[in-house]
Every structure is written in structure tokens, then in C-alpha cells.
């Protein structure tokens, strides 16, 4: 027990070794552009979708009223 506690000050002593780095600027991962682009791809499908759904009710409306 005694060795358990010595282990887990000593890396609460220690600072995270990335703590110490400056923060590197990366450009966006292949992986984050494609979730970018296939979710404003999604979102403008989905807006298309319900402006088409809300046309379609306002000309039936119109239509059998």
C-alpha cells in the first residue's frame, strides 16, 4: 500500500511531459475535412428536404381546399 502511494504522488509531483511543449498549430486531419464536408453536405440536404416538404403542403393545401 505504502509502495502504491509513493508511485502515485510522485506522478502527481511530476508534470504531464506535454505540458511542457509549446502547442504545435497542425492543419485539419483528411478525416476531420470529410466530416466537415459530408455534415454541411447533410445540413444543406436536410434544409432542401423540409423547404420541399413545407412547398409541397402549402400547394396541396392550396389545391383541395
Do not use: G, H
Given at each position: 500500500?505504502?509502495?502504491?502511494?509513493?508511485?502515485?504522488?510522485?506522478?502527481?509531483?511530476?508534470?504531464?511531459p506535454s505540458a511542457n511543449k509549446a502547442?504545435?498549430?497542425?492543419?485539419?486531419?483528411?478525416?476531420?475535412?470529410?466530416?466537415?464536408?459530408?455534415?454541411?453536405?447533410?445540413?444543406?440536404?436536410?434544409?432542401?428536404?423540409?423547404?420541399?416538404?413545407?412547398?409541397?403542403?402549402y400547394l396541396e393545401r392550396r389545391l383541395f381546399c
Amino acid at each position: 500500500m505504502f509502495y502504491y502511494i509513493q508511485i502515485v504522488n510522485k506522478r502527481w509531483n511530476n508534470p504531464e511531459p506535454s505540458a511542457n511543449k509549446a502547442p504545435t498549430i497542425s492543419k485539419p486531419s483528411e478525416v476531420e475535412e470529410v466530416n466537415e464536408k459530408s455534415s454541411e453536405f447533410a445540413k444543406a440536404k436536410s434544409t432542401e428536404y423540409i423547404r420541399n416538404a413545407q412547398q409541397n403542403y402549402y400547394l396541396e393545401r392550396r389545391l383541395f381546399c
